[in-house]
Structures are given as structure tokens and as C-alpha cells.
């Protein structure tokens, strides 16, 4: 069942939920953020709407840099713009921004620790009909690497605008991962949302649960739509959104495996290098556990609806059910 | 200013001896690093330090300070000697480059020292910073700062110089003056060899910059130079400074295998024979 502890969507079971990107949620959250500090400045590559920096820039036009098709430069001079004072945020696709600039980001934000965040929109498979050259399966492990970085890849948009919110006040280099397309509402203004906390999203009624399942950004709808059909199975599930991939809440992934012994991690990215890595590297040095991982196996993408992708690719609702039945029966 | 006293010129001519001669004893001491390019930008630090830079050496966090961002990194002895002799720390200091724990990194890396406003070393990125840092500081409109960025010529083959010319210019960033350390070598050889760059200065004029060519080792000509940037409106300005690497050494200067080693112990005695007679010759 939902924790309602954390004061979840109620209805996010029903057919009928209410959808939005985690993308208009960056937007949301960007003009708030701009609202309350006026150091905050808006730097984009040719892309404004597409990356819902417009809310922000609608009311905010003299704290826009329209950087044109040029991301590198973009981040270097969002560098530049924090170190007198400014609260950067550089938009683009992810496959450009970090994907094109990482050793901008690398050397003149993260090596020079500068106060910038980068936003990478269109992430992962579910960007669909554009094809494989625009789904980056690889910002995560591009970012976590960095030293000094912050990681966060929220589940929907309400957890986007309040990530959002949250990093402009908070100083260090980050990036923020959202996507493209309208996916449910799972959480509410009401859920609490710190970096570097995991939160048990779903979990048995009463119980130990059997297998913890871990999964960042939107792809945790699937996760709760399986779990919710094994919970009816009567297999005990706990399921936790780990929004936050770095600095990773070791303890939470310690505790949930302890509890579980078997975890499942799910993402819309690689699985070399993901957030799966992350648990996996933490769980083998702390309390080595059995593991599957629910990714994109070391393959690009191609064009199809956002459906049919994630069955394809084995990311979808019954390729986690399989994994889950997979994983009791070792 | 617009022009420069004899007397001054005088003063700084025996400074930037002074700033050759703890680079030649840093190199020699580190047992590595970039000497060429070092020696040829010593009068341009100079004069930027001693007579152009609106800064306070006792407080270098001094937010209404100009900001000096040295984009091709390896020549930073040159900046930590210049910066030594200005008063931001004690010249002794200088003995530590590349040695472990030291304020002065191989190449500039502001965790190890934040008074540098930026660290660099790869290539290519230093004017884009520039570039932000004026943009912000025109935000910021009320105080009157200058952004200065020293680049060397052969890094103009990365291309995100190019899209940062073509942001400042769009920004119209009168309060950015960019010196290209124009000294024709690179590590593969020459730079018209290694990637053609001339006529280097139609590319920047194209690209609606306001450029300017100059001798980097005559005063008058730096001065007037600066002063001219200074004054420049609604556009960014390149000073294309022709320096001569090594300058300062005779057995050195124009050698491009200078670029990237330090000298060895009877290497270091004749070169700095050789700048303290030059030395006794400007008193």
C-alpha cells in the first residue's frame, strides 16, 4: 500500500490520474525560485520552450541569456556568471547538456566548485518518436562521476518543482534530469522533499517485505503500478524512490536491504553506470545483496511511442513483474 | 591614461625583470612546467598588475575589483610571480609551484588557491568565463568593472572560443577586454603550421570585435592599447599582443621546445646571469 506518511497522490492508481512533465515542473519551480532570489539567471541553447525556461522568462527577461546552439560555451559561461554572485541554470536536452559539455561542466563548474545548475530535459527512452541520437541513456553516469556534484532525477513534476526550488538555495553544482512527456502525478505539494533522502513510497501492510524495489524519475509509476498487482499476488514489496542519486541516502539502501535481501533497481538509463551502479556500489561494500537491474542494457535507442520503447527495452510494467518473481524464485 | 611616463615605463621595464627572473627560479626549482609562454606575457602581467588592474592585493575577495582570468593555464608562473610581486602573498612562496599541498598548482586551480578568480588549464574555456562574468557584472549595472582574459593563440583552435566571441559581441561587452598572447608556437610546432590562424585579426573583426594589434613587450604600445579598450563602446575588445616566447633568455626566445620544460641548474645560472646584467643595465 501507498505510505501515507508521505502524504502521496491518492488517486494515482485510478486510470484517470493526472499527468504533467517533470519538465513544466522545472519551469514551475524555476519562476518560484526567481521569484525568491534575484540572483537566480536563466542561460538556454536555442531550446526555451522546449525546456520550460519560458515561465521563468516571461517574468524575468533581463535575467535570460539566450546562449544559442552552443552548450558548451553556455556552461562555461554560466561558470563565469556564478562566480560574481549569480545563481545559473543552463537548459537543454540532456544529450547536449551534459551530454555535449561535459568537461566544460567538469573543469570550469565542478573542478572550479561554481554554484550552477544544469537542467537536462528529454532524458531517457521516454522522449520515443525523435530516435536513438536524442534519448541519452548516459547523463546519470556522465554526472555522478563529478566530484562536487549533486544528481537528483525527480519522479514527477510536483518532486521537479520542489528539487528546483531546493537547489537554488542550495550551494553546489547540480543536475537536475526531467523528461519530456506528461507522466502521472504521484506525489503531492504536501510530500516532503530533501536532497539526499530516498523515501519508501509503497510497502507491505504489515510484514517484512520480500523485495525492495528502487527506481528514480518518472519510470517509478511503473514500478507502483507492478507493485500494486504482486501486492495483490500477495507478494510483500517495499518500493522506494531514490530521487536523489548522489549524494545517495547509503543508509535508507542499507536498511530497505537488510529488510529485503533482494533489491531491484529501475531507471530509464543505462544500466552500466546508473543509479543502479550507485546501489550496487554501495550495497557490495556495505551489505552485499542479491541485485537485478532494470535498465537499458549497453544498447542506443530508437523511435517508437514511449510504450512501446519501454517494452522493447524491457523497462515497462511487466518486464519489473517479471524481474520481481525472477528474483524470489533464486 | 592615455599616455605613459618615461619614468613609469622605466618601473615597470625593471619589475617584469624581477617577475623573469622568480619565473626562471620557480621553473628551475619545480623541474617542470611551461617557460616560453611565461617569459613572453611578463610585461603584459606587468603592466595589467602594476598599472591597469583596479584591485587591492591585501583584499583580494575585494568584490569591486576587476577581474583578470588567465586562460591558457600552463603559463601561470608567470601569473603567480606577477601576482607574488604585486603583494597578494610572499615572493618565497613562488619555491612551492608543483609541489604537493602547494597554493600553486600545476595549473590554477582555485581549491587549492581562491584567490585565482578561475582554475584552468584545458584549453579553450577561460574566455567563455569571461564572457559570463561580464555579462553578470552588466546586470549587476552600478559598479564600473572591467573583465580582462589573457588567451594564448594556439588555443583559439578550440571552437568554443568561436561561439564565446560570437556571445560577447552579441552582448555588446564593452566591459571585456580579451589579450591574445600572440607568441606563433603551439606544441606540434608553429601555429600557422599546426592550424592556420591568420589573418587572425579579420577573423575577430568579423565577428564584430574591436581589435587591435600591438607589441606585448612595449609599454607605450600596451598602455595605449588598454587605454583605447577602455574607451571602446557597445563592443568587446582584442588586444592581439605579439610576444616573443622565451623573452627575456636570448638562448631561448623563439625556440618553440621551450614550451613546455624548465630549465635545468646550469640552464637556470646563465639565465639568470643573464637578466640580473640585463637588470643592472635598467637601474
Given at each position: 500500500?501507498?505510505?501515507?506518511?508521505?502524504?502521496?497522490?491518492?488517486?494515482?492508481?485510478?486510470?484517470?490520474?493526472?499527468?504533467?512533465?517533470?519538465?513544466?515542473?522545472?519551469?514551475?519551480?524555476?519562476?518560484?525560485?526567481?521569484?525568491?532570489?534575484?540572483?537566480?539567471?536563466?542561460?538556454?541553447?536555442?531550446?526555451?520552450?522546449?525546456?520550460?525556461?519560458?515561465?521563468?522568462?516571461?517574468?524575468?527577461?533581463?535575467?535570460?541569456?539566450?546562449?544559442?546552439?552552443?552548450?558548451?560555451?553556455?556552461?562555461?559561461?554560466?561558470?563565469?556568471?556564478?562566480?560574481?554572485?549569480?545563481?545559473?541554470?543552463?537548459?537543454?536536452?540532456?544529450?547536449?547538456?551534459?551530454?555535449?559539455?561535459?568537461?566544460?561542466?567538469?573543469?570550469?563548474?565542478?573542478?572550479?566548485?561554481?554554484?550552477?545548475?544544469?537542467?537536462?530535459?528529454?532524458?531517457?527512452?521516454?522522449?520515443?518518436?525523435?530516435?536513438?541520437?536524442?534519448?541519452?541513456?548516459?547523463?546519470?553516469?556522465?554526472?555522478?562521476?563529478?566530484?562536487?556534484?549533486?544528481?537528483?532525477?525527480?519522479?514527477?513534476?510536483?518532486?521537479?518543482?520542489?528539487?528546483?526550488?531546493?537547489?537554488?538555495?542550495?550551494?553546489?553544482?547540480?543536475?537536475?534530469?526531467?523528461?519530456?512527456?506528461?507522466t502521472p502525478i504521484i506525489t503531492t505539494e504536501?510530500?516532503?522533499?530533501?536532497?539526499?533522502?530516498?523515501?519508501?513510497?509503497?510497502?507491505?501492510?504489515?510484514?517484512?517485505?520480500?523485495?525492495?524495489?528502487?527506481?528514480?524519475?518518472?519510470?517509478?509509476?511503473?514500478?507502483?503500478?507492478?507493485?500494486?498487482?504482486?501486492?495483490?499476488?500477495?507478494?510483500?514489496?517495499?518500493?522506494?524512490?531514490?530521487?536523489?542519486?548522489?549524494?545517495?541516502?547509503?543508509?535508507?539502501?542499507?536498511?530497505?536491504?537488510?529488510?529485503?535481501?533482494?533489491?531491484?533497481?529501475?531507471?530509464?538509463?543505462?544500466?552500466?553506470?546508473?543509479?543502479?551502479?550507485?546501489?550496487?556500489?554501495?550495497?557490495?561494500?556495505?551489505?552485499?545483496?542479491?541485485?537485478?537491474?532494470?535498465?537499458?542494457?549497453?544498447?542506443?535507442?530508437?523511435?517508437?511511442?514511449?510504450?512501446?520503447?519501454?517494452?522493447?527495452?524491457?523497462?515497462?510494467?511487466?518486464?519489473?513483474?517479471?524481474?520481481?518473481?525472477?528474483?524470489?524464485?533464486? | 591614461?592615455?599616455?605613459?611616463?618615461?619614468?613609469?615605463?622605466?618601473?615597470?621595464?625593471?619589475?617584469?625583470?624581477?617577475?623573469?627572473?622568480?619565473?626562471?627560479?620557480?621553473?628551475?626549482?619545480a623541474g617542470s612546467g611551461h617557460t616560453a609562454?611565461?617569459?613572453?606575457?611578463?610585461?603584459?602581467?606587468?603592466?595589467?598588475?602594476?598599472?591597469?588592474?583596479?584591485?587591492?592585493?591585501?583584499?583580494?575577495?575585494?568584490?569591486?575589483?576587476?577581474?583578470?582570468?588567465?586562460?591558457?593555464?600552463?603559463?601561470?608562473?608567470?601569473?603567480?610571480?606577477?601576482?607574488?610581486?604585486?603583494?597578494?602573498?610572499?615572493?618565497?612562496?613562488?619555491?612551492?609551484?608543483?609541489?604537493?599541498?602547494?597554493?600553486?598548482?600545476?595549473?590554477?586551480?582555485?581549491?587549492?588557491?581562491?584567490?585565482?578568480?578561475?582554475?584552468?588549464?584545458?584549453?579553450?574555456?577561460?574566455?567563455?568565463?569571461?564572457?559570463?562574468?561580464?555579462?553578470?557584472?552588466?546586470?549587476?549595472?552600478?559598479?564600473?568593472?572591467?573583465?580582462?582574459?589573457?588567451?594564448?593563440?594556439?588555443?583559439?583552435?578550440?571552437?568554443?572560443?568561436?561561439?564565446?566571441?560570437?556571445?560577447?559581441?552579441?552582448?555588446?561587452?564593452?566591459?571585456?577586454?580579451?589579450?591574445?598572447?600572440?607568441?606563433?608556437?603551439?606544441?606540434?610546432?608553429?601555429?600557422?603550421?599546426?592550424?592556420?590562424?591568420?589573418?587572425?585579426?579579420?577573423?575577430?573583426?568579423?565577428?564584430?570585435?574591436?581589435?587591435?594589434?600591438?607589441?606585448?613587450?612595449?609599454?607605450?604600445?600596451?598602455?595605449?592599447?588598454?587605454?583605447?579598450?577602455?574607451?571602446?563602446?557597445?563592443?568587446?575588445?582584442?588586444?592581439?599582443?605579439?610576444?616573443?616566447?622565451?623573452?627575456?633568455?636570448?638562448?631561448?626566445?623563439?625556440?618553440?621546445?621551450?614550451?613546455?620544460?624548465?630549465?635545468?641548474?646550469?640552464?637556470?645560472?646563465?639565465?639568470?646571469?643573464?637578466?640580473?646584467?640585463?637588470?643592472?643595465?635598467?637601474?
Open positions: 500500500m501507498l505510505n501515507q506518511n508521505l502524504k502521496l497522490n491518492t488517486k494515482i492508481f485510478n486510470s484517470d490520474v493526472e499527468k504533467k512533465s517533470t519538465r513544466i515542473g522545472f519551469g514551475e519551480g524555476l519562476l518560484l525560485a526567481g521569484i525568491d532570489d534575484e540572483k537566480v539567471v536563466g542561460l538556454c541553447a536555442d531550446l526555451l520552450e522546449s525546456v520550460k525556461m519560458n515561465i521563468f522568462t516571461d517574468k524575468f527577461p533581463k535575467r535570460f541569456i539566450e546562449a544559442g546552439i552552443a552548450e558548451q560555451n553556455m556552461a562555461s559561461v554560466a561558470s563565469g556568471m556564478a562566480s560574481m554572485g549569480k545563481i545559473p541554470f543552463i537548459t537543454s536536452y540532456a544529450i547536449f547538456n551534459p551530454g555535449r559539455n561535459w568537461e566544460q561542466i567538469r573543469t570550469t563548474i565542478c573542478y572550479n566548485n561554481q554554484n550552477v545548475k544544469i537542467i537536462g530535459s528529454h532524458a531517457g527512452l521516454s522522449v520515443g518518436p525523435d530516435g536513438g541520437s536524442h534519448q541519452i541513456l548516459e547523463d546519470i553516469a556522465l554526472m555522478r562521476v563529478l566530484p562536487n556534484m549533486v544528481v537528483i532525477s525527480p519522479c514527477d513534476a510536483i518532486e521537479a518543482k520542489k528539487a528546483t526550488m531546493v537547489i537554488a538555495k542550495t550551494e553546489s553544482p547540480s543536475y537536475l534530469r526531467v523528461a519530456r512527456n506528461d504536501e510530500t516532503p522533499f530533501e536532497i539526499g533522502k530516498a523515501q519508501i513510497v509503497f510497502g507491505p501492510e504489515n510484514g517484512l517485505a520480500q523485495v525492495g524495489i528502487i527506481a528514480t524519475g518518472p519510470i517509478l509509476y511503473n514500478v507502483l503500478i507492478a507493485a500494486k498487482k504482486l501486492e495483490s499476488e500477495g507478494v510483500k514489496i517495499k518500493v522506494m524512490n531514490l530521487s536523489t542519486i548522489k549524494p545517495l541516502d547509503i543508509n535508507a539502501v542499507i536498511s530497505l536491504a537488510k529488510e529485503t535481501k533482494r533489491i531491484i533497481t529501475v531507471e530509464d538509463h543505462q544500466v552500466i553506470g546508473g543509479m543502479g551502479s550507485a546501489v550496487a556500489e554501495c550495497l557490495s561494500e556495505f551489505y552485499p545483496t542479491k541485485i537485478e537491474f532494470i535498465g537499458v542494457k549497453d544498447q542506443f535507442g530508437q523511435s517508437g511511442t514511449p510504450t512501446e520503447l519501454a517494452k522493447y527495452y524491457k523497462i515497462d510494467t511487466e518486464s519489473i513483474i517479471e524481474s520481481i518473481y525472477k528474483i524470489l524464485n533464486k | 591614461m592615455e599616455t605613459i611616463k618615461d619614468e613609469t615605463i622605466k618601473d615597470l621595464t625593471i619589475k617584469a625583470n624581477d617577475i623573469r627572473k622568480s619565473i626562471v627560479e620557480m621553473l628551475y626549482l609562454g611565461a617569459l613572453g606575457m611578463a610585461d603584459v602581467f606587468t603592466y595589467l598588475y602594476f598599472n591597469a588592474l583596479k584591485h587591492k592585493p591585501e583584499n583580494p575577495y575585494w568584490i569591486e575589483r576587476d577581474r583578470l582570468i588567465l586562460s591558457n593555464g600552463h603559463i601561470c608562473p608567470v601569473l603567480y610571480a606577477t601576482m607574488a610581486h604585486a603583494g597578494y602573498f610572499k615572493i618565497e612562496e613562488l619555491k612551492t609551484l608543483r609541489k604537493f599541498g602547494s597554493h600553486l598548482q600545476g595549473h590554477p586551480h582555485r581549491e587549492f588557491f581562491p584567490i585565482v578568480e578561475t582554475s584552468s588549464g584545458p584549453l579553450g574555456e577561460g574566455l567563455s568565463q569571461a564572457v559570463g562574468m561580464a555579462i553578470a557584472s552588466r546586470m549587476d549595472n552600478g559598479i564600473n568593472k572591467t573583465i580582462y582574459c589573457v588567451v594564448g593563440d594556439g588555443e583559439l583552435n578550440e571552437g568554443q572560443n568561436w561561439e564565446a566571441i560570437m556571445l560577447g559581441a552579441k552582448y555588446k561587452l564593452d566591459n571585456l577586454i580579451v589579450i591574445i598572447d600572440r607568441n606563433f608556437i603551439q606544441i606540434d610546432g608553429t601555429t600557422e603550421e599546426v592550424m592556420p590562424l591568420s589573418v587572425l585579426e579579420d577573423k575577430w573583426k568579423s565577428f564584430n570585435w574591436d581589435i587591435q594589434k600591438i607589441d606585448g613587450h612595449n609599454f607605450k604600445e600596451i598602455n595605449h592599447a588598454i587605454y583605447h579598450a577602455k574607451n571602446t563602446k557597445w563592443k568587446p575588445s582584442v588586444i592581439i599582443a605579439n610576444t616573443i616566447p622565451g623573452k627575456g633568455v636570448k638562448e631561448w626566445e623563439n625556440d618553440y621546445r621551450w614550451h613546455g620544460i624548465a630549465p635545468n641548474k646550469d640552464q637556470y645560472e646563465m639565465a639568470i646571469k643573464e637578466l640580473n646584467i640585463l637588470g643592472d643595465k635598467l637601474k
